[in-house]
T-cell receptor
Framework: AQSVTQPDIHITVSEGASLELRCNYS??????LFWYVQSPGQGLQLLLK??????LVQGIKGFEAEFKRSQSSFNLRKPSVHWSDAAEYFC????????????FGDGTTLTVKP | GAVVSQHPSRVICKSGTSVKIECRSL??????MFWYRQFPKKSLMLMAT?????????EQGVEKDKFLINHASLTLSTLTVTSAHPEDSSFYIC??????????????FGPGTRLTVL
């Protein structure tokens, strides 16, 4: 069975500082990997996804993520955080043959200090 | 991108009543939709997969008689919480699946519905 671990429950960074959110997955085959962002009381917005090919993927809002098969990781990064980035971030692994059904990590809450 | 709406965005009901939540794909047809439940500060828990024209597939531990799912058209799936109790209070999110080629289907999420049962 697939699983996702986000080791950091809560991260605080200063505005303008760099950010890295960690994600480790467990999946028997080549995974489909996603990062979503959720603002309070809102649904999820897809930041980026990885299927195959280039292991460094670019997403919206200046985010990128790197797939490292050897480490079973898919960490999310942003070089300079903005106050509007404060939100909940979820990493997910998808069983691609199952119509997009995904398993989500427990999420990381990002707080941005002025 | 594809837009998914949910209605209502927030509902408060009395214990013992039933509540219906709608999930609509606004600009595309979705043969498959998913219903998730999210507790405060927690991840999304998949409740069921809703397939147009057939019965929903429920995840283990989800009461199918409690959470009735109907996917009557290619743009609408409904979740009815029957005889709601305070422990059913939660944030319910739906997503619609869009095939993007190969075996991959991308999910587009609705904004969620906050259910409070008094």
């Amino acid at each position: 069975a697939q699983s996702v671990t986000q080791p950091d429950i809560h991260i605080t960074v200063s505005e303008g500082a760099s950010l890295e959110l960690r994600c480790n997955y467990s999946y028997g085959a080549t995974p489909y990997l996603f990062w979503y962002v959720q603002s309070p009381g809102q649904g999820l917005q897809l930041l980026l996804k990885y299927f195959s090919g280039d292991t460094l993927v670019q997403g919206i809002k200046g985010f990128e993520a790197e797939f490292k098969r050897s480490q079973s990781s898919f960490n999310l990064r942003k070089p300079s955080v903005h106050w509007s980035d404060a939100a909940e971030y979820f990493c997910a692994v998808g069983a691609g043959t199952n119509a997009g059904k995904s398993t989500f990590g427990d999420g990381t809450t990002l707080t941005v200090k002025p | 991108g594809a837009v998914v709406s949910q209605h209502p965005s927030r509902v408060i009901c009395k214990s013992g009543t039933s509540v219906k939540i709608e999930c609509r794909s606004l600009d595309f047809q979705a043969t498959t939709m998913f219903w998730y439940r999210q507790f405060p500060k927690k991840s999304l828990m998949l409740m069921a997969t809703s397939n147009e024209g057939s019965k929903a597939t429920y995840e283990q531990g989800v009461e199918k008689d409690k959470f009735l799912i109907n996917h009557a058209s290619l743009t609408l799936s409904t979740l009815t919480v029957t005889s709601a109790h305070p422990e059913d209070s939660s944030f319910y999110i739906c997503s619609a699946s869009v095939p993007l080629g190969g075996s991959y289907n991308e999910q587009f999420f609705g904004p969620g519905t906050r259910l409070t049962v008094l």
